[in-house]
Structures are given as structure tokens and as C-alpha cells.
């Protein structure tokens, strides 16, 4: 199944805008032979020291290596310009670990030669010469590999980028972790030919200090056991620690050595109970062995040690170990620390240009950005409400952002029977409770939306601690649910502040109990802001299964070539989320909506399934397609004639697999019902890509809209130079960047039977943008796509337990725990009068929250 080709030379509507792009153009010798070489290492370095062999290799052997200087990805590859004199080598490296006790190690190193090739068929591909022909990643890689050789002598390497300290120094951000600033580099095939993609990157680190201060910094019952050096840790504290430090890398300091160790787990027993076998098999205690071998007294004997051995006994006492630099930190960051790394990051567009411009990336770049035409789209017609009538509105504003003062949402609802529930706060705060329920009844009422001034039952306030038992949570939210009689529209749940047990208070109302509920923070109610009420009045109001905004001229009208208003059509988006990082057993989450309304094609329905750990293709799709299909007919009355599918979080080396599977996926669903078989439109959304557009100072359009030191404008979509030199996709950039660089979303069109240009999909996804039905602006992402994403992320928080730790376990993972099942009694209140109403996908799986 070959990638969609491009139909045309790119679109045609909008007015032109001149763009820079933080792409280099690459030029290369395609006669160039490269050399690739197998390189193993025994026994088997960490990749700091296996590059430290490879220069040593270098120096010592540059006879049997024809006096090439090769590059080296740190693992197993070796790519050299010359042909070493011999196909098979194997060599002797050694190293000295210490400067006194121990002996020097030695490494063998064995070098075969794998393949031979040069940039021929690379030429060809870029000047697109041949159509056939797969692109020539081992040649790509091979040039990636050469130009990361610098920066990886010079910085920390993580991924595709590189951090120093000495890019604007590390910054603090608390936890043990320190932010530093970096660059990131990838390689493009483009239009224009190969290009480096170059991006400014700030990412948070392990902080390089000793581990006991690193864990006071961590942790705050840390600070005790600092003041009482005979405490032990609690079970509870034990874990936390032993999670913190898993698989993080330390050096010791009560002797020199360059060895470096890895963290595996905590000793079960406390240092000061701790013996181990000498090489003469005598049993030594640990602490005296430190006394009496490097005279020092063990201080914190009532912690357990760190093992840093799987196969034997390898005890080193915290207090006397060091976190080593550069390793990247993969624990979850808090909000504060998250907060502070986005500041570090969020640069406006002519910061950010003129650090990637500036001498810190010139060590790879010496041309000047890529310059290119882009295009601006024109906003679409609206449709909202006005007091039962419809009225039009076309964003005029140059952010595309429209306001609802004298307006309502197109289609609002009736809220009759809801209560409130609180979670902590003060004697004042909670004293707001009465007039935030008046005035954000108000507030749905300038909407178009009622919400009854009286709750059902008078409010419910519980303390916090209520949130970290999940058994007691389940029995206040049944009990005010009772209280109403068992027959809640909504609940309403004020927090003091944000807190874990957040995720069980989603799933247990939305799967034990059956109401749909959401969520604010008491330090929202003390200013009461009208946009504060009305984000809240819209959130309600698409929960109880209404309608913000529409497309005032229908897409059929628009794109009457492709949609026909007696033909339904369905809008269709995926999404996978995958654990955390440190992880290694919990499910990954795949969700699928789909659009269940013609030709407004702005209400949606979900599925959502567990799958194997860190499965990107989703396994279940083909019965998620169809039971989406069996609500479209429910509400439609037929089948789409139809699918436009938006597949999200897959990368370039992902195009094919997921091509090959979930298309057939999709097909496969559609055999269910007989003499079925619509055509197929597959589109990937990709959002973490780092091609960055900035506006040129001197083009006319942005000068006269003022947008020369600003983001791109809403609409911008790029379709030439920088993208795919054969393939389907451009960029699209449909929303305004508040903070920092807008980050235009890649769109790549890998299947369609359709038969879209350029124009139409661009136009297409520009649109879907407005319909987005939480707030009154376009957003950065097709709708299909994000409802997935917050799916997924709904799926995810029903797997999440407060009360649950997780352990961190190198074993095969255990079989996917199964998604709790929603409850029937939401599922009969959206399909409520068998009309539009029922988005039940908004309420019970996608978080629409506040919190």
C-alpha cells in the first residue's frame, strides 16, 4: 500500500504571505560512498564510555582503519568515508577506571563491514526521479549520524537534541531537577532537497548532587530524616525513594573511579544490618568495611543502601553517592516545575528566530532560513444563536476569536436537576458558594442555556482528604446522588485545589454512579470573571449534550464536489496514549470518535479500549469503527457514504505500519454490514514535530496586518518547499499563538479514495478548527483528532487510581486491565428524545474540566 502522491502543485486559495522556515538546506555528495560498519563492544559499556573507546580506537589503530576518522552513534554503528583495510577487525581498547586500586579494564572490540552505499538513490528521490523508490533511510541516517558527531562531544545528547550548560546556564526548577536550553536537529527530505530542521529545546535534568540532598529536595519527610539521622524510612516513604531513583545513574565519592553505576532497587534491610561477602567468601559488615578501608563512619545507618547490581550483592550508601550529569529527567514534573520549564521555552517568534539564528546553532548551520510562500486562509462563516433565531458571524478579529456578548451558543440546553459538592476550603471560600451558583445560572442564561437557580439538594461540603479514599468518595457522591432522588443532570465539584483523586471522582461518577460532573477550583469563585462563568456556562452545556457553534454555509455548499447534503458524511479521529516513562507494565489507552450528526458534522461519540504496554497500533479498531458507525445510523438513519479519518501521535517511521492495519481495520468494519464499502479518506496529525514559521519583516501582507514581529496569523498553511517532495501533506497553522511560537500542526494525507486537491482537504481542516465546541476561537488542532486525544486521556484517568502505587518492573507486562464500563444511566440521558443530543462522547469521555 503505497503513501498517497500529492494530486496537484499544492493550493491556490487565500492571500500570499512570505514565511521563513527553521529549515537549512543540506547539500551533500551523492558519489560520497559511506561504509557502514557493525561495532561490538565486550564486555558492554554505557554509551559514554563506548564512545571514549571508539576516539581511543582512532588514536591507537588509525592503521587498520586506513586513517578514516569514522562517526559513531554511540551503539553499535560505525559509518566511515574510506574502507578499512580489512572487512573484520577486532582490537583491545583499555581504559583506566581509577588512579589508584583498580586495574585498568579492557574491552574488545569487534568491527565487521555491513554494507556499502552512496546518495544516488537519495538524488533521485529529492528530484523525484523515481516515484518507485523507497526512501534511502540507512543514507539519511548515515548523514544524521555525521553531523550529531560534533554536538555529541561538546553537549548532553537526548534523543535528537543537544543541551548545555552553556546555552544560557541551567536553571533551577526545584525537585532535584535543573532545566537546561538546547537545540534540536533532524534531517528532512523536502521539496527544496534535504534540509536540517534546527529548533531552540529546553528540557529538565536529573540536578548532579549528592543523593541525600538530591532527595531532600524531592521529597519533604526528606528534611526529618535529615534532622534525625537515626530515622528510618516508612514503607511508604521506601517506595517513593526507591521509584525516584530507579535506573538513575550515580558516582561515589568516597574514592576516584570514572566507574559509573546504575540504580536498580533499595536494599531490604537498613545499612546499619547490611554484610556482604568479601572475594575470600568471609561475610564483612558494610559499615565497618567502610571503616576500616576508607575511614569513613556511615551517618545515615537506619536508610537502606542503593543496589547496584542485579546479579550480586553491590551496596553503596547514599549519603557517599552523586547523581551523575546529563540524564535527562523522566519522572512526572510537578505543575510548579512544569511551569518554569514552559517559561524557559516560551519564546516569542523573533526570540526564538534569532536563537536559532544565532551563533549557538551556527557550529551546524552557516545558511540562512528557508524562505517560502505561504498562503492565509479565510475564516468561515458561523452560525450561533440569538434568542431562538440563527444568526451569522464571520471572526474578523485578526486572532479569529469571537465573543458570544450578543449571542448564544447555537444550540443550548435546559439544566433542571443538579447539585454541587465541595472539596476543602475556607470558611470565606466557602461562603462563595451561593453567589457562584447565581451568577453562573446567570451567566447560562445570557448564553441561551438554563440552568436551574436551585440545586436539587443543598450543597455538600466534605473535606479534602475525602479525594484520597476512593471507597469513602464513592460513598458521598452516591449519597447526594440519592439524595436527588438518583435523577442528576449534573454535579458540580469545587475543589480547593488540584489533586490526584480527581481521576477516581471522574471515573467513579461516570461509570458506578451515572452523572456527568465538572469540576472548578475555589480559587476561581473568589473573582467570579464572566469569562471564567462562561467557559464553565459552555462546558455544561456540550456535556448536557448542546452545541456552541456551526458552520454557517454547511460543507456541502462549500465543497460540493466532495459532500452532498443528501450524503452523510462521518469525521473520524484515533488516538493512542501510552504510560508514563518510568512505567513498564501499565496498558496504553487507544480511543476512536467519530461525528454522528449531517451536514453539521459537530457531535461526536467515542470508544475507547486498554491494548498492550506501549502498543502504538491500535488493536481493537475494527469493533470501535463499528459500533461508531451503529450510533451514526441510530441518529442518521444510515450509513456514511464517507469516512475522513484523523489518525493521531504517529511518526514517519509509523506511516506504513499503521497504513497497512488500521485502513484494513476501518475496511474491516465496514463488512459488517453487507454491500457496504464507502471510500476512505486516512490523514495523520502530527503535533510533536519542530519546523517552526515566522512571519518575513518586510512582506507586505504581514506589514499591513501587523504581524512582522508576531506569530503567523490563523489559517497560515504551507503546502511547497518545505514539505514532502512527493508525498500529501502540508502544514497548517489555524489558530493565533498567545504565548510563545505557534507550532503549525503537520497534516499528511497517507490514503484517499476521496479525491481531495490541495484546496479542498486545507479548506476542509481550516474549517472543522471553528467547530470546536469549548471555546469561541479556532483551534491548533482538527476537531476529530483532539476529541481522541482527550479521549485517550479520559481512558487513562479511569486506569489511574490515587490510592494505587506504581511499581516500576522490568518483567513481561501482565495482560491489559480492562476500561470500566460507563454507566447506562448517562447513556439514556443523551440518547435522551432519540434527537442530536446525544454527544454522550463530551460528558462521559472526553474531560471537559476546569480543573
Not at 536553571?171 to 537546561?180: H, Q, R, S, T, Y
Not at 485545589?497 to 461516570?510: N, P, Q, V, W
Request: charged residues 25%; glycine residues 6%; aromatic residues 10%.
Amino acid at each position: 500500500m503505497a503513501v498517497a502522491k500529492r494530486p496537484d502543485s499544492g493550493g491556490v486559495e487565500g492571500k500570499v504571505i512570505t514565511l521563513l522556515a527553521n529549515h537549512f538546506l543540506v547539500e551533500f555528495d551523492p558519489s560520497q560512498r559511506i561504509f557502514h560498519y557493525d561495532v561490538e563492544i565486550s564486555p558492554n559499556p554505557s554509551k559514554e564510555i563506548a564512545r571514549t573507546i571508539k576516539q581511543k580506537l582512532v588514536n591507537d589503530h588509525s592503521n587498520v582503519l586506513s586513517g578514516a576518522r569514522p562517526v559513531y552513534d554511540g551503539r553499535r554503528t560505525l559509518y566511515s568515508p574510506i574502507e578499512f583495510k580489512d572487512d573484520r577487525l577486532e582490537c583491545y581498547i583499555s581504559l583506566p577506571m581509577t588512579s589508584s586500586e583498580e586495574r585498568d579494564k579492557i574491552f574488545r572490540v569487534n568491527i565487521k563491514l555491513v554494507s556499502k552505499f552512496d546518495g544516488e538513490v537519495l538524488s533521485k528521490y529529492l528530484n523525484k526521479g523515481d516515484d518507485c523508490a523507497p526512501l534511502p533511510q540507512e543514507y539519511i541516517h548515515a548523514l544524521d549520524v555525521v553531523l550529531r558527531e560534533s554536538p555529541t562531544e561538546k553537549c548532553i545528547s537526548t534523543g535528537r537534541s543537544f543541551y548545555s550548560g552553556l546555552m544560557g546556564g541551567a536553571k533551577e526548577i526545584g525537585g532535584g531537577a535543573v532545566a537546561l536550553r538546547g537545540f534540536f536537529q533532524s534531517l528532512r527530505p523536502t521539496q527544496q532537497g534535504l534540509a536540517l530542521n534546527v529548533d531552540f529545546s529546553v528540557t529538565a535534568f536529573h540536578e548532579s548532587i549528592n543523593v541525600i540532598a538530591y532527595l531532600q529536595k524531592r521529597f519533604d519527610f526528606m528534611h526529618d530524616v535529615s534532622r534525625k539521622k537515626t530515622r528510618a524510612f516508612s514503607s511508604e516513604e521506601k517506595k517513593e525513594v526507591e521509584k525516584a531513583l530507579k535506573n538513575v545513574r550515580v558516582f561515589v565519592c568516597h574514592r576516584e573511579t570514572v566507574q559509573r553505576y546504575r540504580v536498580y532497587s533499595l536494599t531490604d534491610e537498613v545499612t546499619e544490618n547490611l554484610w556482604f561477602p568479601d572475594r575470600d567468601g568471609k561475610n564483612l559488615r558494610l559499615v565497618n568495611y567502610f571503616k576500616d578501608h576508607y575511614e569513613y563512619d556511615v551517618q545515615y545507618r537506619n536508610l537502606p543502601c542503593l543496589m547496584v547490581s542485579r546479579r550480586k550483592p553491590c551496596y553503596l550508601p547514599m549519603e557517599l553517592c552523586v547523581i551523575c550529569e546529563g540524564q535527562k529527567f523522566l519522572g512526572k514534573l510537578s505543575d510548579d516545575q512544569t511551569a518554569k520549564i514552559l517559561k524557559m521555552g516560551c519564546q516569542r517568534p523573533i526570540e526564538r528566530k534569532a536563537i536559532i539564528d544565532g551563533k549557538e546553532f551556527k557550529l551546524q548551520v552557516s545558511k540562512e532560513m528557508t524562505k517560502l510562500k505561504g498562503r492565509v486562509l479565510q475564516p468561515p462563516k458561523l452560525k450561533l444563536g440569538h434568542g431562538g433565531h440563527v444568526r451569522n458571524l464571520t471572526p474578523s478579529r485578526r486572532d479569529r476569536q469571537w465573543n458570544l456578548l450578543e449571542s448564544h451558543v447555537f444550540e443550548g440546553t435546559r439544566v433542571e436537576r443538579w447539585a454541587l459538592i465541595s472539596f476543602g476550603g475556607t470558611v470565606d471560600q466557602k461562603s462563595n458558594v451561593p453567589k457562584f451558583i447565581n451568577q453562573l445560572s446567570q451567566r447560562c442564561e445570557q448564553l441561551g442555556i438554563f440552568l436551574n437557580r436551585n440545586t436539587v439538594v443543598n450543597p455538600l461540603f466534605e473535606p479534602m482528604h475525602v479525594l484520597s479514599n476512593p471507597k469513602l468518595l464513592e460513598t458521598k457522591l452516591k449519597k447526594i446522588h440519592k439524595a436527588a432522588f438518583d435523577n442528576l443532570q449534573l454535579l458540580i465539584c469545587v475543589m480547593e485545589k488540584k489533586h490526584k483523586g480527581y481521576a477516581d471522582l471522574k471515573r467513579i461518577s461516570e461509570t458506578n454512579i451515572g452523572v456527568v460532573s465538572q469540576c472548578c477550583l475555589y480559587s476561581n469563585l473568589g473573582k467570579l470573571s464572566s469569562q471564567f462563568l462562561a467557559n464553565m456556562a459552555l462546558k455544561i452545556n456540550v456535556k448536557i449534550g448542546g452545541c456552541t457553534v456551526a458552520l454557517y454555509n454547511s460543507l456541502p455548499l462549500q465543497m460540493p464536489r466532495i459532500f452532498r447534503q443528501d450524503h452523510p458524511v462521518i469525521f473520524m479521529g484515533a488516538d493512542v496514549t501510552h504510560p508514563h516513562p518510568l512505567d513498564d507494565f501499565s496498558p496504553s489507552v487507544a480511543a476512536v470518535v467519530g461525528s454522528v450528526n449531517w451536514p453539521a458534522a459537530n457531535k461526536y461519540v467515542s470508544r475507547m479500549r486498554s491494548q498492550k504496554h506501549r502498543q502504538e497500533i491500535i488493536q481493537d479498531l475494527s469493533t470501535m469503527v463499528r459500533e461508531i458507525f451503529d450510533d451514526f445510523y441510530a441518529e442518521l438513519s444510515e450509513l456514511p457514504s464517507k469516512i475522513i479519518f484523523f489518525r493521531d501521535g504517529v511518526s514517519e517511521t509509523q506511516f506504513h505500519k499503521v497504513l497497512q492495519d488500521e485502513l484494513q481495520e476501518i475496511r474491516r468494519a465496514c463488512l459488517k454490514f453487507p454491500g457496504y464499502d464507502p471510500p476512505i479518506t486516512f490523514m495523520v496529525v502530527q503535533k510533536r514535530h519542530h519546523t517552526r514559521l515566522f512571519p518575513c519583516e518586510n512582506d507586505p501582507f504581514a506589514l499591513e496586518n501587523q504581524f512582522s514581529d508576531e506569530n503567523v496569523p490563523p489559517g497560515t498553511v504551507v503546502d511547497t518547499v518545505i514539505t514532502h517532495p512527493t508525498e500529501f501533506d502540508f502544514y497548517l497553522c489555524s489558530h493565533w499563538g498567545v504565548k510563545g511560537t505557534s507550532r503549525p500542526i503537520h497534516y499528511h494525507v497517507l490514503w484517499d479514495e476521496n479525491g481531495f486537491t490541495s484546496d479542498e482537504v486545507q479548506k476542509l481542516v481550516y474549517n472543522l478548527c471553528y467547530t470546536f465546541v469549548r471555546c469561541t476561537k479556532p483551534i491548533s488542532l482538527v476537531p476529530p483528532a483532539y476529541y481522541a486525544h482527550l479521549a485517550a486521556y479520559r481512558g487513562r484517568l479511569y486506569l489511574e487510581r490515587s490510592d494505587s502505587s506504581s511499581t516500576i518492573s522490568r518483567a513481561s507486562p501482565p495482560k491489559p486491565m480492562p476500561l470500566p464500563k460507563l454507566s447506562e444511566n448517562i447513556r439514556k440521558l443523551m440518547m435522551g428524545d432519540g434527537t442530536s443530543c446525544c454527544l454522550y462522547t463530551v460528558m462521559q469521555e472526553i474531560p471537559f474540566v476546569a480543573a
